[in-house]
């Protein structure tokens, strides 16, 4: 999708468009020739792709075959609008860093060459959104709410990423934790579930959901397969954590839809932290994790 406010201009023929994006982290070093950048390992959210820090990267192709779910910006630093844009984005990759999307940014001025490969010359800012190694089109109707109702905020792109790459109206194949919206889809959760891991949260922006969202992701890199041998899932709405009468911050293990007494098992600190999360759940002794 190409955009001036994060999804607000049509996108240009899909040949001219393809892009690089490394949620790797990690900016890549002239010392890891040939080594591919690795993802997730750092603080920062978006790797910066330049033609110079890229030697250890895949190629641009090769990258988006081995990520489903990519979405990159290729901006200018001039002007109010691509820092507005830049600002909007940055603050999406912070808040999605630890779902299955890829974020990466280029410097269309920078890195003038290579950008000219994946946009049409003059169309920055653009985000471009790839599912599955292809361009994901915006209709015309969500290109217009993206710029005019939600005007380029992170919540409007994730709107506009759960619908167009989501395979449900929550998006749960964007995410390594479900979100669960109401009480009855929690009830439908936890009965297609044996076991079932569900933290209960005020908001999405919560410190304590960030710690579980890390935490979610490390088990399935530790475990390195995508079936860790549990229902993973998220309540971030008070109202629907109220009805079910439970208290948040709370992270909770069920099994055969009935919570696991904590007798015997260290609870979590008031402080949640990302080993304390693994630590909790791992003690319960219910996930496949490898050797």
């Not at 999708?1 to 393809?18: F, H, K, Y």
């Not at 190694?133 to 919540?155: L, N, T, Y």
């Not at 860790?228 to 992270?251: F, M, R, T």
Request: one cysteine or more; proline letters at 4%.
């Amino acid at each position: 999708m190409a955009s001036e406010l994060a999804g607000a201009r049509p996108q240009a023929p899909a040949g001219r468009r393809r892009a690089l994006t490394l949620l790797g982290l990690l900016l890549c070093s002239p010392l890891a020739v040939g080594e591919p950048c690795q993802d997730r390992v750092g603080g920062d959210a978006i790797v910066q792709f330049t033609a110079e820090e890229s030697t250890c990267c895949y190629d641009l192709d090769e990258f988006l075959q081995d990520n489903d779910y990519v979405y990159v910006l290729f901006y200018s630093q001039k002007g109010r609008l691509n820092i507005d844009i830049s600002a909007k984005f940055d603050q999406l990759a912070r808040e999605w860093k630890w779902s299955r999307i890829h974020f990466g940014k280029i410097d269309a001025d920078q890195d003038r060459e290579m950008a000219k490969k994946w946009v049409e010359p003059g169309m920055v800012p653009t985000n471009v959104m790839y599912k599955f190694g292809r361009p994901v089109e915006v209709k015309p109707k969500d290109f217009e709410q993206i710029r005019d109702r939600h005007q380029g905020s992170p919540d409007g792109q994730k709107w506009m990423l759960t619908k167009y790459m989501g395979e449900d109206k929550e998006g749960s194949n964007l995410h390594y934790a479900s979100t669960l919206l109401t009480a009855k889809k929690h009830a439908k959760f936890l009965k297609n579930h044996q076991v079932a891991i569900v933290g209960y949260f005020r908001k999405e922006s919560d410190q304590h959901h960030k710690a579980f969202s890390e935490a979610v992701w490390k088990l399935h890199q530790d475990i390195d397969r995508d079936d860790i041998g549990a229902g993973v899932a998220a309540v971030i709405n008070p109202a629907v954590s109220k009805k079910l009468d439970v208290q948040v911050p709370k992270l909770v293990v069920y099994l055969d839809g009935r919570a696991i007494e904590e007798d015997g098992h260290t609870p979590l600190p008031a402080k949640w932290t990302v080993e304390a999360v693994l630590s909790y759940v791992r003690q319960f002794n219910l996930l496949g994790e490898a050797e």
